[in-house]
């Protein structure tokens, strides 16, 4: 399934709707739709080109309301989350800013605080979380957490457990939970070791040793590898479970594991059918993919 590039005339379209879908260039928790714009290309070039991303089930995330994003996450930094989004804004029907809960680590900077924060990025917790959902917008939550994007190269694609956080939040706001599974994204940054001693030293949930890290010029060593992407966006689930089961922590950690099944063996599907990490996958898969998706 060739994804044809958008033209001009299109993207402006996409991008003036996404902005109204916005009704304002920022909010209290840093949005910049600004700063998202002046990006865009740049991630354009990385969704279209030098990952060459494949999604499909773009029409399983609703039009409007509130809606959490589920998934696993991995890399070390979290490209396949801005891949994400950008596709969002210009795929999906209804653009509108993907808000992705960050670990506190990552905003422990005025700079790159303010720079994740004007992506859309949010601090990682339920109040902010659930807030968001009743003002109706898309919250992405990756549940593996640090585990996810720290994990050695030998454990890629082996979801760490989730947390049940996203599943309090559903039942909580009645949000309906869309799994997201990405398969690439493990293979960009592959990290052969993390120091911990220096880790614990420099206050970072782990410091990676990759083939290019901390061997190159910060700036070398932060290119990815040029990976193939593939996105499948699930059908989304509304739990049928009122307010008060939101403290069951029993129920929240089962829910949770049958997500983690969920995209695991979507995981393994996927990478069974892989051609290779650089040459992706036969048109003939991803055609049948969205066909099921």
């Not at 696993?72 to 992705?100: E, K, Q, T, W, Y």
């Not at 990759?210 to 070398?220: A, M, N, R, Y």
């Not at 997500?259 to 599907?269: A, G, K, L, T, V």
Request: net charge positive.
């Amino acid at each position: 399934m060739k994804i044809p590039r958008l033209t001009p005339p299109v993207l402006a379209a996409k991008h003036e709707a996404f902005q109204q879908q916005c009704g304002c260039t920022g909010d209290e928790l840093g949005l910049d739709t600004n700063l998202m714009m002046a990006w865009e290309p740049v991630f354009r070039f990385f969704y279209e080109g030098y990952f060459d991303v494949k999604v499909v089930g773009w029409e399983n995330i609703p039009q409007d309301g509130p809606v959490i994003l589920i998934g696993n996450h991995s890399g070390g930094l979290p490209v396949d989350a801005f891949m994400l989004a950008n596709g969002f804004i210009n795929h999906h029907s209804s653009p509108r800013p993907a808000r992705a809960l960050a670990h506190a680590w990552l905003r422990r900077t005025g700079f790159l605080n303010r720079l994740i924060a004007g992506l859309g990025a949010v601090p990682a917790t339920l109040d902010v979380a659930v807030n968001l959902l009743n003002h109706n917008r898309v919250v992405v939550f990756y549940p593996e957490g640090v585990k996810g994007t720290g994990k050695p190269y030998a454990l890629r694609y082996r979801l760490e457990d989730f947390d049940p956080g996203f599943v309090k939040a559903a039942i909580l706001t009645g949000a309906p939970i869309v799994p997201v599974t990405t398969v690439g994204g493990d293979d960009i940054y592959p990290i052969l070791y993390d120091v911990r001693s220096l880790a614990r030293l420099l206050k970072m949930p782990y410091f990676p040793i990759t083939p290019t890290f901390p061997w190159l010029p910060i700036f070398s060593s932060c290119i990815p590898l040029p990976a193939k992407m593939l996105i499948k966006i699930g059908k989304p689930i509304t739990l049928p479970y009122p307010p008060q089961e939101a403290n069951n922590r029993k129920l929240r950690l089962h829910i949770a594991r049958e997500f983690q099944y969920q995209i695991q063996r979507d995981i393994n599907m996927i990478l069974s059918k892989r051609k290779s990490v650089f040459g992706g996958w036969e048109e003939s898969f991803i055609e049948e993919l969205s066909k099921s998706a």
